[in-house]
């Protein structure tokens, strides 16, 4: 096992190292997309026949217009759009004018206004002549249309009657020509003109010019209007809604005739088309490109180009989506008529994962992720495209985690996070289904709140089941795997505390200081409790040689030479690298037992050497190193010295403590022990500040009791 694990890390590394490993793990990542979601954007073939009969319910996987249909429903309403007549009304005041001139004229002659030329020169003038002066004083057009036996009638008749026939000819004609006469209804209109002055109490020949008048005063008044009638059949068809097939609606259900505009429609849906479109797949290109876009660019933004394990963390972000995505799939292929799948998928453990290995806000971008690629994959559960509630479910199931679950957990807490978010999960399934009034029986209800359960649990199994691989392929050290280390009951932890009990309490209190250091400047306080207490681990190799475990027994050094006692004490950093790796521990755990005491000078048996006279330089008695490279190594680094020379000073006080404390971080300074790690002089005040604090609490001063 151990074989094939470092095999995999050193692939993961030398992937990892790639020039273009971004570019073929972007790539990489739009390929799987494509392909897991290819299925469901594909359109479903039909084979069906013309009048056979539907083995089973279809319904339109779109919404779409159906043309034909709506242009039969535009015909249909334009056709029931009657044609527009207008009445002129300025008719009726023209004929009754031309009336009323007629019978003026008439009296205008009888009056003698024209003169007359009788026989004798003084005689009025003869009928024939008033009927040509009648005639004359009219319009050609007038005096053609009208019969001589008319006129003649008018030309005969006195003044009084003239005047009467007047009246009642207007009148009548004015009452009617007020009325709507269309082309077929002008005769009509004739008549009963004719039938109102019939009735008049007037001379029989005069009677019948005011008739032949009023007659002729009759004519159409309502026409034809192409404008107003288009505008109206234009109105008409635009009101007309169009007529659309929806998503999820019924085309033809299971045991029903196929008919002929049953066939139509799944022929417009696409349906029985034999050829496959190449726009869903576009769109799906398109899509697979811009989740991919949005995990690696997210992932760039959130954590920085300049991080040294950014490429590691975006090849974990992208694994674990990629496994959530698998999922997905294999449910996707859990068919069922009666239920949904959807609401077992573990949709919290994008978030759980994201968070413990490497950020909350990852995390988020994996659930985000999940729930659009949710949207197409689970889209068979849906008669559209989009599965809209899968989508909403996911999101919000992988959301609540982060409200259940902090950064330093045991997996118990893991598990306990889990069966909160199967609680919201019953929750946004009862919202989800209550929204849109589904009514379902108790059954069915019961089902879905048993999948939510199963989502979250599942979300917590996961995460715990995956988390070892990842801390493992990865060599990760999260928070959960912190916090094992750090249980008294670890085999090294007892072994150093049973082999060097001294150095186990050093190491303690080495621990509370760092921790405290390191969370006052927002570094990882747990990573620096837990390093202390292994940064010493190489003394259990040789405990008597270093004095906290000299208790009760004669120094050992002192029957050795400085360079041999040098050589003894420098080693433990090295051997502790080496239990440390043999204990398959953490490489920051590692790192720090290497580089706690950097390449500072081991003073007191370089001053020994030289006290005794050997020809011996400085150099010779610094640690090999290297350097602190982290903050956490540079705080335990001060935090290791100033434990170690604070038990030398008799009845410290505050004064003695900051004094020390100010000395030891100016000496590391001076060494360049802190060039290769990127803590700073402002930092660098604040541990200062810290440690004073923490040891005013160890060294506080005490009631004496009496004896």
Excluded at 207 to 226: G, S, T, W
């Amino acid at each position: 096992m151990k074989r094939w694990l470092n095999k995999w890390q050193a692939a993961a590394k030398k992937m990892e190292e790639l020039k273009f490993f971004r570019w073929i793990l972007f790539i990489l990542t739009v390929l799987l997309l494509f392909v897991s979601m290819y299925s469901n954007v594909r359109k479903e073939k039909l084979d069906i026949d013309l009048f056979s009969i539907a083995d089973r319910t279809i319904r339109s996987p779109i919404t779409i217009e159906d043309k034909e249909s709506t242009e039969k429903k535009r015909k249909e309403a334009v056709a029931q759009v009657k044609d527009v007549y207008v009445l002129r009304q300025e008719y009726a005041q023209n004929r009754v004018d031309l009336v009323r001139s007629i019978f003026d004229a008439a009296i205008e002659t009888l009056e003698g206004n024209k003169e007359g030329k009788g026989e004798g020169g003084g005689l009025p003038p003869t009928t024939e002549e008033r009927l040509k002066d009648l005639k004359e004083s009219l319009t050609e057009p007038v005096a053609k249309e009208i019969s001589d036996a008319t006129f003649l009638a008018l030309a005969s008749a006195s003044k009084n009657e003239l005047s009467v026939a007047k009246d009642y000819t207007v009148t009548a004609v004015h009452k009617v020509m007020n009325e709507r006469i269309p082309a077929n209804e002008v005769e009509n209109a004739k008549k009963r003109v004719e039938e109102t002055l019939r009735i008049t109490a007037m001379p029989e020949n005069l009677k019948n010019a005011a008739v032949e008048l009023a007659r002729h005063a009759i004519v159409q008044n309502e026409f034809y209007d192409p404008e107003a009638t288009e505008e109206l059949r234009k109105q008409a068809a635009e009101n007309v809604e169009p007529v659309k097939i929806l998503q999820g609606q019924v085309i033809v259900e299971e045991g029903q005739l196929v008919t002929p505009e049953i066939y139509r429609q799944l022929k417009l849906l696409g349906l029985m088309d034999g050829k496959d479109s190449f726009l869903p797949f576009i769109g799906l290109l398109l899509l697979s490109v811009m989740l991919a876009s949005v995990l690696f660019a997210g992932h760039m933004h959130l954590l920085g180009r300049e991080r040294k394990e950014n490429r590691r963390d975006l090849f974990i972000s992208i694994l674990i989506f990629l496994i959530g995505l698998g999922i997905m799939k294999v449910l996707s292929f859990v068919k069922n008529d009666a239920f949904e799948i959807t609401f077992l998928f573990p949709a919290a453990m994008g978030v759980m994962l994201g968070k413990l290995l490497i950020s909350e806000a990852k995390g988020i971008l994996i659930t985000i992720a999940w729930a659009l690629c949710g949207t197409v994959i689970f889209n068979g559960e849906s008669s559209g495209a989009f599965h809209i509630t899968a989508g909403i479910y996911i999101l919000l199931s992988g959301l609540s985690s982060i409200v259940f679950l902090t950064n330093r957990n045991h997996r118990s807490k893991i598990f306990q996070a889990g069966l909160f978010v199967s609680a919201v999960n019953i929750a946004v399934i009862t919202a989800l289904f209550f929204i849109p009034d589904s009514r379902m029986s108790a059954l069915h209800y019961g089902y879905y709140y048993l999948t939510g359960i199963g989502s979250g649990i599942g979300s917590a199994v996961l995460t715990i089941g995956i988390l070892p691989f990842f801390e493992a392929g990865f060599g990760i050290l999260s928070s959960m795997k912190l916090i094992e280390l750090a249980n008294p009951n670890h085999p090294l932890l007892k072994k150093i505390l049973t082999d060097a009990p001294g150095t186990y309490h050093h190491s303690v209190m080495v621990a509370n200081l760092a921790e405290a250091a390191c969370e006052a400047i927002g570094a990882n306080g747990l990573l620096a409790r837990v390093g202390s207490y292994y940064h010493d681990a190489g003394k259990i190799k040789r405990p008597m040689y270093f004095i906290e475990n000299q208790n009760n027994i004669s120094n050992p050094h002192e029957h050795l030479n400085p360079v041999q006692s040098r050589n003894i004490i420098i080693a433990h950093t090295s051997d502790g690298a080496e239990i440390l790796e043999k204990h398959r521990m953490p490489k920051e755990i590692v790192a720090i037992a290497r580089e706690h005491h950097g390449t500072s000078v081991l003073k007191y048996f370089y001053v020994k050497a030289k006290e005794a006279g050997l020809d011996v330089k400085e150099d010779e008695f610094r640690y090999p190193g290297p350097k602190p490279r982290t903050k956490e190594a540079a705080v335990i680094s001060i935090a290791d010295s100033v434990e170690a020379a604070v038990r030398t000073v008799n009845d410290p006080d505050r004064k003695k403590i900051e004094s020390l404390v100010k000395n030891i971080i100016k000496d590391r300074l001076s060494d360049g022990q802190f060039e290769e790690c990127d803590i700073t002089l402002k930092e660098l005040k604040t541990v200062e500040k810290t440690i004073c604090e923490t040891l005013y609490g160890f060294f506080h001063h005490r009631i004496e009791y009496p004896s």
